[in-house]
């Protein structure tokens, strides 16, 4: 009896740390942009840039374990100096809401995306996606065609790989006992694990000073959050598994920018080139010694690539046009 009350206490404790730590987090890191109410939940939106820009929007998406910092800086808000540039918080993640756990796959992310970019009247955009995203992007190409203009895609997952998605992601998206530990020990021990498990995502690679506190990766600990991350993994590799087969189906323009093996988190030879070799319009660029962190390790060709998409897009258009 002695120790189920130790235990209780320290259970106690350990939620009421969370609780400190979920407030504090939030106060060093507020909501940016503006929230906009869709079927499903609420999503944070940044918009950058002048809303008249000539050419065709941009629309940043961040991948797993993120949220819209991490496309922010630094591509985001040099694109944003001369186009337009909206950078989106993934359902649950960042400042953005979903009602259901349960509501994880690129499917009902993408539709709720799609929803929320139409109601900030932006009809065809250029995305830009990175990780987890790569996904997302190429299912909202294959169930909203009249929404992706074109596809910059950073180390996107595409298809199914060996394995899994890590033990404790498994864990913290059961019921009952995955609530437990992301209500109790999920935000302690991860502000000492933090930092490291981002500088391994880096590797080869050095990881920006302050790149955690700058990208507010801390909001990543809140329970609700947390949670929602570990369904997004576990639930993606059978998502890709039903969407892959219909890649061939994608007319949008995709450019693909990805390290070569040195990227130990979305190996390139199961997603990327198969990628490359089934897209119809698929363009590869394997940069060598290049790990996961794509858009920091070489904006500029990032941005070269999305200008690039852009500038062929106006050339089409004024053609068709004569």
Do not use: C
């Amino acid at each position: 009896m002695a120790l189920v009350i130790v235990v209780a206490a320290l259970a106690v404790l350990l939620a009421l740390v969370t609780q400190v730590g979920v407030f504090l987090s939030e106060r060093a890191h507020p909501a940016q942009g503006r929230m906009v109410e869709v079927a499903g939940g609420t999503l944070h939106i940044l918009d950058l840039g002048p809303r008249d820009a000539a050419g065709t929007p941009i629309v940043m998406l961040h991948g797993a374990s993120s949220n819209l910092e991490v496309m922010r800086r630094p591509v985001g808000e040099r694109l944003a100096s001369k186009h337009r540039v909206i950078l989106i918080d993934r359902p649950g993640h960042g400042w953005s809401t979903r009602l259901r756990l349960e509501d994880s796959t690129p499917e009902i992310q993408g539709r709720m995306i799609g929803e929320a970019l139409a109601k900030l009247g932006v009809g065809k955009a250029i995305f830009v996606v990175h990780s987890w995203a790569g996904a997302l992007g190429l299912r909202m190409a294959l169930d909203q065609p009249q929404t992706v203009a074109g596809l910059v895609m950073l180390a996107p997952v595409a298809y199914p790989w060996p394995g899994g998605v890590g033990r404790y992601n498994k864990i913290i998206a059961t019921p009952v006992i995955g609530p437990l530990l992301a209500y109790t020990i999920t935000l302690p021990l991860g502000h000492l694990l933090a930092e490291r498990g981002a500088r391994v995502v880096f590797l080869p690679q050095t990881m920006p000073d302050d790149f955690v506190r700058d990208t507010a990766t801390p909001l990543l600990l809140r329970p609700r959050e947390f949670i929602a991350n570990a369904r997004d993994f576990v639930t993606l590799k059978a998502a890709v598994a039903e969407q892959a087969p219909r890649y061939a189906e994608i007319t949008a323009p995709i450019t693909i920018i990805t390290g070569d093996e040195s990227d130990k988190t979305v190996s390139t030879r199961i997603h990327s080139r198969p990628l490359a070799a089934t897209a119809p319009n698929a363009r590869l660029i394997v940069l060598p010694g290049v790990g996961h962190m794509i858009q920091q390790a070489a904006p500029d060709l990032a941005i070269a690539e999305v200008e690039a998409m852009m500038g062929a897009m106006t050339l089409r258009a004024a053609a068709a046009a004569d």
